[in-house]
C-alpha cells in the first residue's frame, strides 16, 4: 500500500517562505509522476504542480508559477514544495499524490498539511 | 489551459436516490478523467478512473460515462455514507485540472 505524508505547514507571513515536504513509502516512488494539490478553506480542489518522475519537467498552475518550486529526492523517496512570497490567498490543505488515472489501484494520497498566510 | 465545467454546483438528495453530475470539458480529453469523492479532514479518494473504470474496493452503485468532453457520474441508490462533495479532474496533459466541485447533502 502506497503511503504519503506531508510535512511543514504552519503558519507563514505575506510575502514569506514556507517549505512542505511529502515522505514517500512502500512504493516506486522513483517511477512516478508526482503532484501537490490544495483545498482553500470553503474552496474546491486546486491543481498547484507536478514533476516527472526524473525532475525533467515540472509544471504550475498559473496562481503559483514563479512563487512556488516543486523538487523531489528520489534517494530519499521525498516530495518538495519551496512557497516563495506567499499571499494569504495561498491559505489551505496542501496534499501530496500520485494521481493514476490510467491505471486501477495506485492512485494515493496523503492526508494533508494545512498552511495558513497570515500577518 | 483545459477547462471543466461541472454541474450542479450542490444538491439535496435522500437516502435511495439516484443521483448524477456532469463534467465537460473545454476541449477533447478522451477518457482521460477521473471522479473524486472528498470528506472534511479526509484525503480525496478515487472512485473512477479512465472515466469508466471502477476503483477497486469502490462499491458498485458507482459509475462513470462518457468521453470526449462530456462525462458523468452517477450514484445509484445513494447510501449515507456517499454525503460528500465530488470532483471531476482531468490529466489529458500536465496542466490537471479539476471542476469545481459537487456538494451531496441530505434532504
Known amino acids: 500500500e502506497v503511503q504519503l505524508a506531508e510535512s511543514g505547514g504552519g503558519l507563514g507571513k505575506p510575502g514569506g517562505s514556507l517549505r512542505l515536504s511529502c515522505a514517500a513509502s512502500?512504493?516506486?516512488?522513483?517511477?512516478?509522476?508526482m503532484t501537490w494539490v490544495r483545498q482553500a478553506p470553503g474552496k474546491g480542489l486546486e491543481w498547484v504542480s507536478s514533476?516527472?518522475?526524473?525532475?525533467?519537467?515540472?509544471y504550475y498552475a498559473d496562481s503559483v508559477k514563479g512563487r512556488f518550486t516543486i523538487s523531489r529526492d528520489n534517494a530519499q523517496n521525498s516530495l518538495f514544495l519551496q512557497m516563495n512570497s506567499l499571499r494569504a490567498d495561498d491559505t489551505a490543505v496542501y496534499f501530496c499524490?500520485?494521481?493514476?488515472?490510467?491505471?486501477?489501484?495506485?492512485?494515493?494520497w496523503g492526508q494533508g498539511t494545512l498552511v495558513t498566510v497570515s500577518s | 489551459a483545459i477547462q471543466m465545467t461541472q454541474s450542479p454546483s450542490s444538491l439535496s438528495a435522500s437516502v435511495g436516490d439516484r443521483v448524477t453530475i456532469t463534467c465537460r470539458a473545454s476541449q477533447d480529453i478522451r477518457k482521460d478523467l477521473g471522479w473524486y469523492q472528498l470528506k472534511p479532514g479526509k484525503a480525496p479518494k478515487l472512485l473512477i478512473y479512465g472515466a469508466t473504470n471502477l476503483e477497486s474496493g469502490v462499491p458498485s452503485r458507482f459509475s462513470g460515462s462518457g468521453a470526449g468532453t462530456h462525462f458523468t457520474l452517477t450514484i445509484t441508490s445513494l447510501q449515507p455514507e456517499d454525503f460528500a462533495s465530488y470532483y471531476c479532474l482531468q490529466d489529458h496533459n500536465y496542466y490537471r485540472t479539476f471542476g469545481q466541485g459537487t456538494r451531496v447533502e441530505i434532504k
Open positions: 499524490a500520485l494521481i493514476s488515472l490510467l491505471v486501477g489501484s495506485t492512485d494515493s
Open positions: 512502500t512504493f516506486n516512488f522513483s517511477d512516478y509522476t
Open positions: 514533476i516527472t518522475p526524473d525532475s525533467e519537467y515540472t
